[in-house]
């Protein structure tokens, strides 16, 4: 009678900065769900309210339970494509920009250079919209055959990574940034620093043992220059600020691919991958 399910996102682990080498048996650890709500047991969320909700496992299933603390209404101009793809990668960016770098998303604070790597990614293309929203000048990285896209999103210099510039992260108008929200894997620490500002960050959102070794060395030398690696702490009125960012046309998922449930499988082994641009989806 009803669609159990409106669409499903396929959230790969390594965003987090480990690359578990799953199968389908342990689908539970996929994280976001975008459902039907049939049973009433939320606050403030009406019967037959279509949701969005930050799940800790189990999303690819018939039915899940939803947490009202990370749970939010998802309104009819987000579809449930838009919605799947957004709070696992989204959440990292808007906490690494403002909890962890401290920029404003308002416009109000301070003119900032910042360098977005592996722009083109899930987390990347956030930070790339976010900053736009905070008049930041934004340089970012990407291969070249998503340089087109990254512009589109707001970037005012792309780098291809795979040319000297974009290995060497040098920004084509010669700025230091203020910011690097890291993305990617593999760049050492002296190719950050000798793009940095004096008290430059680098906000690391694929943090590995490496980047803590990094983080407790920096601390015990007072090091000016900061590297602070990502943790993501979700909450809910950050997702609703998302959700809102979406609706009003501010914010665009970009949806790499979509995948029916009977070939998940094939997703989850497109996102271990690690090329995708943009999120990928999995749906009945």
Known sequence: MFDTLDSLLLQAIQHSGHRFFFTLLFISLFYVLSSIIYVLVLANILLFDYILQLQNGGALAEYAVANEGSTVSRPPEVSAREAAALPIAGLAAHQSLTQLAGIKLDGTGPEVNVLVTAASGGVGQYAVQLLKLANAHITATCGARNIDLVRSLGADEVLDYKTPDGVALKSPSGRKYDVI????????????????????KVVDTTPGFGTLMSVAFKKITFAKRQLIPLFTSPKK?????????VKEGKLKPVIDSVHPLSKAEEAWAKSIDGHATGKILVEP
């Open 237 to 245: 009125e950050n997702l609703e600020f998302l959700v809102k960012l």
């Open 181 to 200: 929200i890291h993305c990617a894997h593999n760049i050492p620490w002296s190719t950050f620093e000798a793009n940095l500002t004096s008290k430059g």
